[in-house]
Antibody, heavy 121, light 113 residues
């Protein structure tokens, strides 16, 4: 079955760190760009970070630059988001989403069910 | 960053009637070299992941009912649900993928009148 499954969310104190994972199955993970998108409580969707299929190119929204890092391990069919210096405004459901094979300028055609990150003292 | 603005923020439509959602981008999403608009539409229901409906502004994703259609070019786009069904109650988002800072509209909540 073609799917993405996120894990690693949970409660964390402000200033803390967390590493999210996304396990891919059922497709050639290493051929696709991958992305993280979040939704804060009561808010809309916000793109967080993207990574090219060959890992050479990464992109992060300005609000997380220097704090979050997207990475991937194509041998393990896994995507990661290392989150540090967490703030209350980072509280959200974090979704893993698949991009394209041709380049990173692509829509997101497959999404995981998300993992909730709660930043609170 | 490219700002995506949807209208309205919410709308209530009777079952079987047409629902129209608009999306405007702060810059053109039409890439001249391939004549494609880098614009997608998603449906998001509570407790579920977002679902891709439309890409390249007007191409319906496989399995999406044909009552969903996308139109527009450049900076102005529209998602139309030709005959609203109960299962279409959701929040709908447009998204640009023209730049490497992908941005979504604020969302439009569709309800049954």
């Amino acid at each position: 079955e073609v799917q993405l499954v996120e894990s690693g969310g949970g409660p964390v104190k402000p200033g803390g760190s967390l590493r999210l994972s996304c396990a891919a199955s059922g497709f050639a993970f290493g051929s696709y760009s991958m992305n993280w998108v979040r939704q804060a409580p009561g808010k809309g969707l916000e793109w967080v970070a993207s990574i090219s299929s060959d890992t050479l190119h990464t992109y992060h929204v300005d609000s997380v630059k220097g704090r979050f890092t997207i990475s991937r391990d194509n041998a393990k069919n896994s995507l990661y988001l290392q989150m540090s210096s967490l703030r209350a405004e980072d509280t959200a459901v974090y979704y893993c989403a698949r991009g394209g094979t041709i380049d990173v300028y692509w829509y997101f055609d497959l999404w995981g069910r998300g993992t909730l990150v709660t930043v609170s003292s | 960053d490219v700002v995506m603005t949807q209208s309205p923020d919410s709308l209530a439509v009777s079952l079987g009637e047409r629902a129209t959602i608009n999306c405007r981008s702060s810059r053109s999403l039409l890439y001249s070299s391939n004549n494609k608009n880098y614009l997608a539409w998603y449906q998001h229901k509570p407790g579920q992941p977002p679902k891709l409906l439309i890409y390249w502004a007007s191409t319906r994703e496989s399995g999406v009912p044909d009552r969903f259609s996308g139109s527009g070019s450049g900076t102005d786009f529209t998602l139309t649900i030709s005959s609203l069904q109960a299962e279409d109650v959701a929040v709908y988002y447009c998204q640009q993928y023209y730049t490497t800072h992908w941005t979504f509209g604020q969302g439009t909540k569709v309800e049954i009148k």
